[in-house]
């Protein structure tokens, strides 16, 4: 079974400054996805960023970027120039691509405040 | 625009009804999910379904119902054998193939037990 672990259940950083959440997961699979989402007060889930395992440089989206380790099976997100807006719950998630296709499984979320 | 719609957004269940959550997209997505969110918890996967008129369980299926009859929709029934039914419920879709696995979420639906 697969399972995602992220073990900083609330963080808070300050505005402009830079804060990381970290993500562990566990897995037999080779080939999969890994993604973050966030979710603000609104419950939309969001698409942060998306890192592909066969991938070796690390995945980023404008102020957002990750620190993929495979084989310490480590995937956190790291937020740059944070903005009021950041604030959200964050949630990690694992997709196979093996015999787990099509199904993710999520992290129980890290809650982010951003302090003005 | 091209999205996922969930509707209704709030939703009441009386004791011994059974409810329909409705999941619309016209993105043209293969595959389609349904999901519980319970707090502190992450999403829990219900039934998910790769193609027209085939579906399978998820981790929390008991209670639950679904159906596939065409690519745009995926309506979630839960049931008066679901004993503990509030919740919100997340709908997703993705591509099934190739690099574009990516899920995209619906805005969901709260359901409330009066």
């Known amino acids: 079974a697969q399972t995602v672990t992220q073990s900083q259940p609330e963080m808070s950083v300050q505005e402009a400054e830079t804060v990381t959440l970290s993500c562990t997961y566990d897995t037999s699979e080779s080939d999969y996805y890994l993604f973050w989402y966030k979710q603000p007060p609104s419950r939309q889930m969001i698409l942060v960023i998306r890192q592909e395992a066969y991938k070796q440089q690390n995945a980023t989206e404008n102020r957002f970027s990750v620190n993929f380790q495979k084989a310490a099976k480590s995937f956190s997100l790291k937020i740059s120039d944070s903005q009021l807006g950041d604030a959200a719950m964050y949630f990690c998630?694992?997709?196979?691509?093996?015999?787990?296709?099509?199904?993710?499984?999520f992290g129980r979320g890290t809650q982010l405040t951003v302090w003005p | 625009d091209g999205g996922i719609t969930q509707s209704p957004k709030y939703l009441f269940r009386k004791e011994g009804q059974n409810v329909t959550l409705s999941c619309e997209q016209n993105l043209n997505h293969d595959a389609m999910y349904w999901y519980r969110q319970d707090p502190g918890q992450g999403l829990r996967l219900i039934y998910y379904s790769q193609i027209v008129n085939d579906f399978q369980k998820g981790d929390i299926a008991e209670g639950y119902s679904v159906s596939r009859e065409k690519k745009e929709s995926f309506p979630l029934t839960v049931t008066s054998a679901q004993k503990n039914p509030t919740a919100f419920y997340l709908c997703?879709?993705?591509?099934?193939?190739?690099?574009?696995?990516?899920?995209?979420f619906g805005p969901g639906t709260r359901l409330l037990v009066l």
């Open positions: 997703a879709s993705s591509i099934v193939s190739g690099d574009q696995e990516t899920q995209y």
């Open positions: 998630a694992f997709l196979g691509r093996g015999s787990t296709l099509g199904r993710l499984y």
